[in-house]
């Protein structure tokens, strides 16, 4: 093996594991399945009933049936601002919806047990809710920040 060779090949190694790391730490969901359980308990015990009137089931793909109401299960943020919604139509669909600040728009977040983003919509008032690429850097930053208000919320509200 020539001089030096064994540095670059071990050098390579080393960027390739941190690499690993950084990807794997980049996927990591703010929320654990811990404080996922916990809040399906909050869900299960104080949670509200509310009807998102049709086609909202089938914009957030839970329905292929246009004149399906979705009814829910949910809780909310201290703030307000962040629903964690279970789906009546079939439990193991949550949905989050965030309400933005301008109070006039909102995005809905499609999911399930395993935390990963399955659809989403952005909503302004008065116009056509529009589904959103899941694979848009943007898109994935706004739904992580949604589950990291849960997770903010659920740990404020547990030493309170």
Known sequence: MLPGMKWR????????VMTGFVAAAEEAS???????KKILT????IGSKQTFPAPMAENLGLSKDTKQDLSVVSIV???HRIFFCRSDLDASDYI???IGSDKKSSSMFVTHEDLKLSRALYMRNETIPQVQNTG???VEANY???LAGLAADLHKTKSQ
Request: aromatic fraction near 6%; charged fraction near 15%.
């Open 42 to 45: 909050f869900v299960n015990t």
């Open 136 to 138: 848009d850097p943007q």
């Open 30 to 36: 703010p929320l654990s399945p811990a404080d996922l």
């Open 77 to 79: 943020t201290n703030d």
């Open 144 to 146: 992580k920040k949604a």
């Open 96 to 98: 989050i919806w965030v």
């Open 9 to 16: 090949i071990a050098g390579a190694l080393i960027a390739l």
